[in-house]
């Protein structure tokens, strides 16, 4: 397995960026589709996007699809997703995940499929 750290939450207006960042260790990164999910209080965890190990695809949240961008660099051992044009409906704890995979085109956007997971980072969104 890897190991998954994440930073870069903070409290936000509404209409503004956020930049997240997960930082893996090991040096089988690049075998890992990766994913970021959420969680707001008394919901169930929800997929944001995901990105195939190469980053040739990536797969939105309806929810989201415009306005984040999920990146990797794979010779940082770092996935990122930038956020923009922030609602308070976005307030949630972002997780970054990894789920090994032989495809290099491989992306998924269920929670059941991601073998590590990162303790989460907050983010606020203020109306």
């Known amino acids: 397995q890897v190991q998954l750290v994440e930073s870069g939450g903070a409290l936000v207006q509404a209409g503004g960026s956020l930049r997240l960042s997960c930082a893996a260790s090991?040096?089988?990164?690049?075998?890992?589709?990766m994913g970021w999910f959420r969680q707001a209080p008394g919901k169930e965890r929800e997929f944001v996007a995901t990105?195939?190990?190469?980053?040739?695809?990536?797969y939105y949240a309806d929810s989201v699809k415009g306005r984040f961008t999920i990146s990797r660099d794979n010779a940082k051992n770092t996935v990122n997703l930038q956020m923009s044009s922030l609602k308070p409906e976005d307030t949630a704890v972002y997780y970054c995940?990894?789920?090994?995979?032989?495809?290099?085109?491989?992306?998924?956007?269920?929670?059941?499929?991601?073998?590590?997971w990162g303790q989460g980072t907050q983010v606020t969104v203020s109306s």
């Open positions: 990105i195939s190990r190469i980053g040739v695809n990536t």
């Open positions: 995940a990894a789920s090994a995979s032989r495809s290099a085109l491989r992306v998924s956007n269920v929670v059941t499929d991601y073998d590590s």
């Open positions: 090991g040096r089988t990164f690049s075998s890992y589709a």
